[in-house]
Each structure stands twice: as structure tokens, then as C-alpha cells.
């Protein structure tokens, strides 16, 4: 089956620190999302990435896919306690299959 | 719009007896989707239906059974409950679109969760 890996499972950092989360597979993937989930609450779609190499911004978050297309980054530059959650990267190799999410990042932010 | 509104929030059963999850959407989406999720395993799909009165199973179906007779409703039943499906079960739902070689658009929207235990 489709194989994921996502990296590190756990980051503790202090406000203001960056962080960065990797997804990583095996296979050439037709393309990857990124989710945050709130301690408590629902996973939150946070953005769709396709083409190769595209980079997209959301104020201080940058989300990368690889030119192979076999990994992913999400990069939050100088965090803040509002950013404390699990991220998690939900992907797709090709055609009808169903997606799979990776295990997520759970990201703590000492304040 | 209420968006995806699972019931019942929290729920607790005993070892054998049986439940329906139910999950209603208001958004006219095509695709639902049951996943559970238990510490350090991140979310995992049970069942999931592309389309009304179809459905499929996903990475971990055993001991589920799903029916979506409309549209807008996607049910998860337990005929035996065992201890091993404590856990957090999501619903969600979305709406593809295709282009000519993949699907694109596949935002998932998430309902607020169930709490289960069996004991």
C-alpha cells in the first residue's frame, strides 16, 4: 500500500522559533495537502500543492513540493503559541485510490 | 451553513453491544469519509463513499459496516463493539473536481469528532 512518512513526530520549540515539518513517500505523488489540527478540535485543511517544485505562502507559513514530487516541507517562520497543533500531510499517489494521511507533526510552542 | 455535524459527540459502550455513528452534510458534497484516530497513528480511513448509495472500504475496515441511502448522510455502525475501537472517529466530506488525469480540489471538511469507548 501507499506509504507515507512524516518527520519529526514531535517538535517542541520556543515562541519564535521556526519550525519545519517533511512529508516523505516512496512514490511520485499526483499530489499533497496539509492539515493543522488544534489540540481538542477537527483537522483543518490548510492548502493543496500539484505542480512540481511550487511553492505557496500563507503569511508565515511556506509550504514546498519537491521537484520529484516524493516530499513535501511545511516551514512556519518565528512561531507563535497560536500555531500549537498536529500537522499532518494527506497524499495521493495517482488515479482513484484514496488518499492517506501521514502520522502527523505535533508541534509545541513554549511561550 | 452548518458544514459536516456528527452525532452523537460522546459515547460510551460496552463489549458487544452495537451503535450507529451518523454524519450529515449540508454542503451537496459527493465524496464522504469515516477515519478514526488514535494516539501516534494519525488518521485512518474506515469506509468511505464516492457517491450515494455507494460505498467502499478504506485502510482499516474490520468490524465497521457504512450505508449512505442519501446523499448527505454517511453512517457508521458497530454491530459488536470490542475495546480495540475506543478511539476518535472523524467524519468529512468533499466535492472533487477532475481534470483529465487526476482529481484536484479534494479539500476535506471535517465534522468536530465522536469520542468512543468500549469497555
Known amino acids: 500500500g501507499q506509504q507515507v512518512m512524516q518527520i519529526p513526530q514531535y517538535q517542541h520549540v520556543q515562541e519564535g522559533e521556526d519550525f519545519t515539518t517533511y512529508c516523505n513517500s516512496s512514490?511520485?505523488?499526483?499530489?499533497i495537502q496539509w492539515y493543522k489540527q488544534r489540540p481538542g478540535g477537527h483537522p483543518v485543511f490548510l492548502i493543496q500543492?500539484?505542480?512540481?517544485?511550487e511553492v505557496k505562502k500563507q503569511k508565515r507559513l511556506t509550504f514546498q513540493f519537491g521537484e520529484a514530487k516524493k516530499n513535501s516541507s511545511l516551514h512556519i517562520t518565528a512561531t507563535q503559541t497560536t500555531d500549537v497543533g498536529t500537522y499532518f500531510c494527506r497524499v495521493r499517489n495517482s488515479g482513484n485510490t484514496p488518499l492517506v494521511f501521514g502520522k502527523g507533526t505535533r508541534l509545541s510552542v513554549i511561550a | 451553513n452548518a458544514g459536516v455535524t456528527q452525532t452523537p459527540k460522546f459515547r460510551v459502550l460496552k463489549t458487544g453491544q452495537s451503535m450507529t455513528l451518523l454524519c450529515a452534510q449540508d454542503?451537496?458534497?459527493?465524496?464522504m469519509y469515516w477515519y478514526r484516530q488514535d494516539p501516534g497513528m494519525g488518521l485512518r480511513l474506515i469506509h468511505y463513499s464516492v457517491g450515494e448509495g455507494t460505498t467502499a472500504k478504506g485502510e482499516v475496515p474490520d468490524g465497521y459496516n457504512v450505508s449512505r441511502l442519501k446523499k448527505q448522510n454517511f453512517l457508521l455502525g458497530l454491530e459488536s463493539a470490542a475495546p480495540s475501537q475506543t478511539s476518535v472517529y472523524f467524519c468529512?466530506?468533499?466535492?472533487?473536481?477532475?481534470?483529465?488525469?487526476?482529481?484536484?480540489?479534494?479539500?476535506?471538511?471535517f465534522g468536530s469528532g465522536t469520542q468512543l469507548s468500549v469497555l
Open positions: 468529512a466530506s468533499s466535492s472533487p473536481f477532475w481534470t483529465s488525469k487526476d482529481p484536484i480540489n479534494e479539500k476535506l471538511f
Open positions: 454542503m451537496n458534497h459527493e465524496y
Open positions: 500543492l500539484v505542480k512540481s517544485g
Open positions: 512514490t511520485t505523488l499526483s499530489n
